[in-house]
């Protein structure tokens, strides 16, 4: 059964540039100086904040036709976890609250902080969205050989998991307990949590 997608999908880019003009990427040198300037002040906690705050100029992206195709398949995707979820949680006594999804390429400036392609996909709780990066997609295939829309859909599904879980509070309680067990411990949580979601 196919459903139609929701339109909620936005491609984001970085700007690659911060308040004050110093070019993100390319300009190594200003950025170097800056940092040693206003480390020598003393604020370093400072820096960090302009690093991180000023650093959110996002810009639509223009999609290109793979970029469009993938955005409606994982919009189809997401509906369908809508369906099911929405269903499943009912006959618990739930009502099931869809999260938001943004595709992005670069970076993203998500409400858990900036996150670059490098981190893959991710769930943000602070904002109840899925990140999805592009690239990640194309690295399935390439580098993984994971061709087809199964992969895809797997992940997707794997995120809006961690946005079931969040819903029902089960984030909240490994994040409750993670100061009062060992890294160990918490570490198998974590990979339970991780299974949990792929369930």
Same mark, same amino acid.
């Given at each position: 059964?196919?459903?139609?997608?929701?339109?909620?999908?936005?491609?984001?880019?970085?700007?690659?540039?911060?308040?004050?003009?110093?070019?993100?990427?390319?300009?190594g040198i200003s950025l170097i100086?800056?940092?040693?300037?206003?480390?020598?002040?003393?604020?370093?906690?400072?820096?960090?904040?302009?690093?991180?705050?000023?650093?959110?100029?996002?810009?639509?992206?223009?999609?290109?036709?793979?970029?469009?195709?993938?955005?409606?398949?994982?919009?189809?995707?997401?509906?369908?976890?809508?369906?099911?979820?929405?269903?499943?949680?009912?006959?618990?006594?739930?009502?099931?609250?869809?999260?938001? %999804?943004?595709?992005?390429? *670069?970076?993203?400036?998500?409400?858990? $902080?900036?996150? #670059?392609?490098?981190?893959?996909?991710? &769930?943000?709780?602070?904002?109840?969205?899925?990140?999805?990066?592009?690239?990640?997609?194309?690295?399935?295939?390439?580098?993984?050989?994971?061709?087809?829309?199964?992969?895809?859909?797997?992940?997707?599904?794997?995120?809006?998991?961690?946005?079931?879980?969040? %819903?029902?509070?089960?984030? *909240?309680?490994?994040?409750?307990?993670? $100061?009062?067990? #060992?890294?160990?411990?918490?570490?198998? &949580?974590?990979?339970?949590?991780?299974?949990?979601?792929?369930?």
């Open positions: 059964m196919h459903w139609k997608g929701r339109q909620v999908v936005q491609i984001l880019k970085i700007d690659g540039e911060f308040a004050g003009g110093i070019a993100a990427v390319g300009d100086i800056y940092l040693i300037i206003t480390l020598l002040s003393g604020n370093t906690g400072d820096v960090l904040e302009r690093l991180l705050v000023n650093y959110q100029n996002t810009v639509p992206h223009e999609e290109t036709a793979g970029e469009k195709e993938l955005s409606e398949f994982v919009s189809v995707v997401l509906a369908d976890t809508e369906y099911v979820w929405t269903e499943v949680l009912k006959d618990y006594g739930y009502q099931y609250e869809a999260p938001k %999804l943004v595709l992005f390429t *670069d970076a993203v400036n998500s409400g858990c $902080g900036i996150a #670059s392609s490098q981190s893959g996909p991710f &769930y943000c709780s602070g904002d109840e969205t899925v990140y999805l990066d592009l690239s990640f997609f194309e690295e399935l295939q390439s580098r993984f050989e994971a061709t087809g829309d199964f992969a895809i859909a797997y992940v997707i599904a794997h995120e809006v998991g961690h946005h079931v879980q969040n %819903l029902l509070g089960i984030l *909240d309680q490994i994040q409750e307990i993670q $100061g009062q067990v #060992s890294q160990e411990e918490f570490n198998e &949580y974590s990979v339970r949590l991780e299974l949990q979601a792929d369930y």
